[in-house]
C-alpha cells in the first residue's frame, strides 16, 4: 500500500508531466479559451451526436438493425443533424458557455438539466412531424438522459481531477483537525479542498452529533465526539484544529476550547456563516484564533439602509480619523456612497496610513486628509471654511485615564476646548448633524478624563440649544483591539514571557468590537433629533481577570503555571466598575436593538458656560489649583482627588471622596 510520501510525489510527477504539455499548447489554449463560446458548442454538440447514436444503440440493443421495421442508420443519418441543432440553441440560451468547469457545482447542473428537458420537447414533435409515427419515441427519453449523464459527468470529472492533483499535489500541507460538522464545517473542509487552501489538509471531523459520527464529509471521516478530540489528533497526526462552530454559545465554546487545549495544537477559527455568505473572500479564510470570538456579539449588518440613505451623497467630516473609533468610522462612511470624506487629525504617521488605506477601498468618494490639531481654533476655523461639512463625527479625545491624570490641564485643552471649538463651528457653519463619541467613563467620573468627558457632553448638548445644528451625544464602554487597550497590553506580555498585569481581581470593563461600535454609532446618527444622548448595548461587563485567563489558554498555555497574573492596584483615577447612564438618567430603548436613549442632565446655563471659559482660561495658563475648582463645579458628580493627591486611585466606590 502507498504511503502518502509516494501518492505526493506521484501526484507532484503526474502534475509536472501534465504542466510541462499544457505549457507547450498554453499559446493555443489561450486563443480556445478567448473563445469559450465556440469552444462550449463544439463540445457539447460533439456530445449530443454521440449520446444520440449511444441511444440508438441501447433501444435496439447493441444492433445494428431492426429486422422487424427498417434499419435504425436512416434515422439516425436523417435526424442527428436536427437534434444537435435545437440542443445547441438551448445551451446557448441557458449559458453554458458561461460555466467555468474548474468551480462547476450542483447549481451549474441545472441549466443543463433545464437546456435537455426543453430541447427534448421541442424535438419530439419535430422529429414525429418529419418522420411520422416510424420513428421510436424511446430514443429521444433515452438521449435525454444519456446527454445529461455525459455533459454533467464530464464537468464534475474535470473539477473531481483538478482538485485531487492539487490537493496530493502540494508540496507542503498542514495536517488540520475541523471541529463541527454542521454547514460552517462543510465549507471549511470544501474551502480546504480548494487550490486556495492546499497549504491546508482536512484529515478529520470531530462532532458531537451521533448521527454524524462514521459517516465522511467532502471525503473526511467524522471520527467522534468533541471529547474524543486528543485521541483524534494523535491517530491523524493532526498540526491543527479549526473550530467551525459559529452558533455556539459562549459556554460551550469555553469548554471546547478548553478540551482542545489539551492537545497542544494551533487553534485556529472560522467565522460565522452569515459573514461566509456575505463575503466572496471570507470562504477561504481560515485565521488564527481571534479574542473578538469569544464576545459573541451580535452579527453586524453592513448593508443598513437607513445608514446609506443617511450618508449617500454628503460632505461628512471625521475628527481624530487617525485613531481606532475614528479610523474605522472612515472606512465604514467611505463604504455607503458619501460624495465627500475630510479626515483630521494631529497624527502625521497615522493620517498617512489611513490615506494609502482609504485610497483603495474608497471608490467613487472624494477624500480630503487634513493634519491639524482641534485644540488651534483658526486652523479649524479655515478646515470648515474650505470643506463646508453636513455631517461632523467628533471622535478626538485623549482617552488614557493614569496619563491624564498627571495631566489635567492637557485633557482640559483637548477633550473640552477642542470639542468646544468643533461644535461652535459646526452651529456657525450650518453643519446638519453633529455626533460626539463620549465614553462610560463620564458617568459618575472618578478621573480627570472622565470628567473632561462630561463636561464635553454638556458642551455639546448647550449648543444645541442655540442652532438648527442636530446634536447627538453617543456614549459606550471600551473596544476589543483600539491602541494601548488592555488586550494589546496582554498580547505582548504573553509574547514575551512576562506576568500579566491585571490591577484589581474585581475590575470589570464593558467590551465592544471597533466594527460593530461604529457600526451603531452610524446607527444612532441616523435617529439623532438634536439634544439627543445615545447608549449602546455593551451586553454584560466582562472581569479583566478572567479577560487576561482567556486569553492565556488561547496562546495554548495555563494559568498561573505557565504565565503568572500579576495584580498592580487601581491605577490613578481608575475605578472598579464603569457605568453606562447616571441614577437621574433612565435609558429607553430605541427602534434600534442595541441603542437605547437618555434624557442627560440639563444643558449649561450662562453661568455655567462662564465657568468653562474660566476652566479653559485656567488650563491655558497651566493653573492646576484652578482647574480643579472649575472641575468640582462643573461636575458635581466628579469623585476624583484634588490637588496633590489627584494622582492617587480612588477610594473604594462605597467610600468615594468628593473634595
Given at each position: 500500500m502507498l504511503n502518502d510520501s509516494k501518492i505526493n510525489l506521484w501526484a507532484r510527477g503526474v502534475r509536472s508531466s501534465l504542466n510541462s504539455f499544457i505549457g507547450v499548447l498554453r499559446p493555443v489554449i489561450g486563443k480556445i479559451r478567448r473563445r469559450r463560446l465556440l469552444l462550449c458548442l463544439v463540445?457539447?454538440?460533439?456530445?449530443?451526436?454521440?449520446?444520440?447514436?449511444?441511444?440508438?444503440?441501447?433501444?435496439?440493443?447493441?444492433?445494428?438493425?431492426?429486422?422487424?421495421?427498417?434499419?435504425?442508420?436512416?434515422?439516425?443519418?436523417?435526424?442527428?443533424?436536427?437534434?444537435?441543432?435545437?440542443?445547441?440553441?438551448?445551451?446557448?440560451?441557458?449559458?453554458?458557455?458561461?460555466?467555468?468547469?474548474?468551480?462547476?457545482?450542483?447549481?451549474?447542473?441545472?441549466?443543463?438539466?433545464?437546456?435537455?428537458?426543453?430541447?427534448?420537447l421541442l424535438l419530439i414533435p419535430l422529429v414525429l412531424f418529419q418522420w411520422d409515427n416510424f420513428f421510436p419515441r424511446s430514443v429521444l427519453i433515452i438521449d435525454a438522459g444519456m446527454c445529461f449523464l455525459l455533459i454533467g459527468g464530464?464537468?464534475?470529472?474535470?473539477?473531481?481531477?483538478?482538485?485531487?492533483?492539487?490537493s496530493l499535489g502540494a508540496e507542503k500541507q498542514e495536517k488540520v483537525l475541523v471541529v463541527g460538522a454542521g454547514s460552517a464545517g462543510n465549507l471549511t473542509v470544501r474551502a480546504m479542498l480548494t487550490r486556495g487552501l492546499t497549504?491546508?489538509?482536512?484529515?478529520?471531523?470531530?462532532?458531537?452529533?451521533?448521527?454524524?459520527?462514521?459517516?465522511?464529509?467532502?471525503?473526511?471521516?467524522?471520527?467522534?465526539?468533541?471529547?474524543?478530540?486528543?485521541?483524534?489528533?494523535?491517530?491523524?497526526?493532526?498540526?491543527?484544529?479549526?473550530?467551525?462552530l459559529p452558533t455556539a454559545t459562549s459556554s460551550e465554546f469555553y469548554k471546547v476550547v478548553g478540551t482542545c487545549k489539551a492537545t497542544g495544537l494551533i487553534l485556529k477559527t472560522t467565522p460565522d456563516l452569515k459573514q461566509i455568505l456575505r463575503s466572496s473572500n471570507v470562504v477561504t479564510r481560515v485565521s488564527?484564533?481571534?479574542?473578538?470570538?469569544?464576545?459573541?456579539?451580535?452579527p453586524m449588518r453592513t448593508d443598513v439602509p437607513e445608514i446609506q440613505q443617511f450618508l449617500y451623497e454628503r460632505n461628512v467630516l471625521v475628527t481624530g480619523a487617525a485613531?481606532?473609533?475614528?479610523?474605522?468610522?472612515?472606512?465604514?462612511?467611505?463604504?455607503?456612497?458619501?460624495?465627500?470624506?475630510?479626515?483630521?487629525?494631529k497624527d502625521e504617521n497615522g493620517l498617512f496610513r489611513l490615506e494609502h488605506e482609504l485610497k483603495l477601498i474608497c471608490g467613487e468618494t472624494k477624500l480630503t486628509f487634513f493634519l491639524a490639531d482641534i485644540k488651534n481654533m483658526d486652523r479649524m476655523e479655515e478646515l470648515f471654511t474650505a470643506q463646508r461639512p453636513e455631517v461632523v463625527f467628533?471622535?478626538?479625545?485623549?482617552?488614557?485615564?493614569?496619563?491624564?491624570?498627571?495631566?489635567?490641564?492637557?485633557?482640559?485643552?483637548?477633550?473640552?476646548?477642542?470639542?468646544?471649538?468643533?461644535?461652535?463651528?459646526?452651529?456657525?457653519?450650518?453643519?446638519?448633524?453633529?455626533?460626539?463619541?463620549?465614553?462610560?467613563?463620564?458617568?459618575?467620573?472618578?478621573?480627570?478624563?472622565?470628567?473632561?468627558?462630561?463636561?464635553?457632553?454638556?458642551?455639546?448638548?448647550?449648543?444645541?440649544q442655540r442652532t438648527a445644528t442636530?446634536?447627538?451625544?453617543?456614549?459606550?464602554?471600551?473596544?476589543?483591539?483600539?491602541?494601548?487597550?488592555?488586550?494589546?497590553?496582554?498580547?505582548?506580555?504573553?509574547?514575551?514571557?512576562?506576568?500579566v498585569t491585571v490591577t484589581h481581581p474585581d475590575i470589570e470593563r464593558f467590551f465592544m468590537t471597533i466594527p460593530e461600535a461604529v457600526n451603531l454609532v452610524l446607527y444612532s446618527a441616523t435617529m439623532g433629533q438634536g439634544g439627543d444622548t445615545f447608549i449602546l448595548d455593551m451586553g454584560k461587563p466582562v472581569k479583566i481577570a478572567q479577560l487576561a485567563r482567556q486569553m492565556i489558554r488561547l496562546s495554548g498555555l495555563t494559568p498561573e503555571v505557565d504565565v503568572p497574573i500579576m495584580y498592580t492596584g487601581l491605577r490613578p483615577g481608575e475605578k472598579l466598575y464603569e457605568e453606562l447612564w447616571t441614577d437621574q438618567e433612565k435609558p429607553s430603548p430605541t427602534s434600534h436593538p442595541g441603542i437605547l436613549i437618555a434624557p442627560g442632565e440639563d444643558a449649561l446655563n450662562e453661568e455655567l458656560r462662564e465657568e468653562v471659559s474660566r476652566l479653559l482660561a485656567a488650563a491655558d495658563s497651566n493653573d492646576k489649583d484652578a482647574c480643579w475648582a472649575c472641575l468640582l463645579a462643573l461636575v458635581p458628580t466628579f469623585q476624583g482627588r484634588t490637588n496633590g493627591e489627584a494622582a492617587l486611585p480612588p477610594d473604594h466606590p462605597d467610600e468615594s471622596n468628593v473634595s
Open positions: 463540445f457539447c454538440g460533439g456530445v449530443s451526436a454521440v449520446s444520440f447514436l449511444l441511444s440508438f444503440l441501447i433501444r435496439f440493443e447493441l444492433s445494428s438493425f431492426d429486422e422487424s421495421i427498417i434499419a435504425w442508420d436512416f434515422w439516425f443519418t436523417g435526424s442527428v443533424a436536427l437534434v444537435v441543432g435545437v440542443r445547441l440553441i438551448f445551451f446557448y440560451l441557458f449559458r453554458l458557455h458561461r460555466v467555468t468547469w474548474r468551480y462547476v457545482g450542483v447549481h451549474d447542473i441545472i441549466p443543463v438539466f433545464l437546456s435537455i428537458i426543453f430541447s427534448t464530464m464537468r464534475f470529472s474535470y473539477r473531481v481531477l483538478d482538485e485531487l492533483l492539487v497549504e491546508y489538509r482536512p484529515v478529520g471531523i470531530v462532532d458531537d452529533d451521533p448521527l454524524k459520527i462514521g459517516s465522511t464529509i467532502q471525503g473526511v471521516p467524522v471520527y467522534g465526539p468533541i471529547s474524543s478530540i486528543e485521541k483524534v489528533a494523535q491517530k491523524t497526526q493532526a498540526q491543527a484544529i479549526v473550530l467551525a488564527d484564533f481571534r479574542l473578538e470570538d469569544l464576545l459573541h456579539r451580535r485613531g481606532s473609533i475614528g479610523s474605522e468610522l472612515c472606512r465604514q462612511i467611505a463604504e455607503q456612497g458619501t460624495a465627500h470624506l475630510t479626515c483630521v487629525d467628533h471622535a478626538a479625545a485623549y482617552k488614557h485615564v493614569p496619563i491624564l491624570q498627571h495631566h489635567p490641564t492637557e485633557a482640559v485643552r483637548n477633550n473640552v476646548g477642542g470639542t468646544r471649538n468643533i461644535a461652535e463651528l459646526a452651529s456657525a457653519h450650518g453643519v446638519n448633524n453633529f455626533v460626539f463619541i463620549s465614553t462610560d467613563k463620564a458617568v459618575n467620573p472618578t478621573s480627570v478624563m472622565g470628567a473632561t468627558k462630561r463636561i464635553a457632553e454638556r458642551v455639546v448638548r448647550s449648543c444645541n442636530k446634536f447627538s451625544i453617543i456614549r459606550f464602554g471600551n473596544v476589543l483591539g483600539s491602541a494601548g487597550s488592555v488586550v494589546e497590553l496582554f498580547l505582548k506580555q504573553i509574547r514575551d514571557g512576562h506576568p
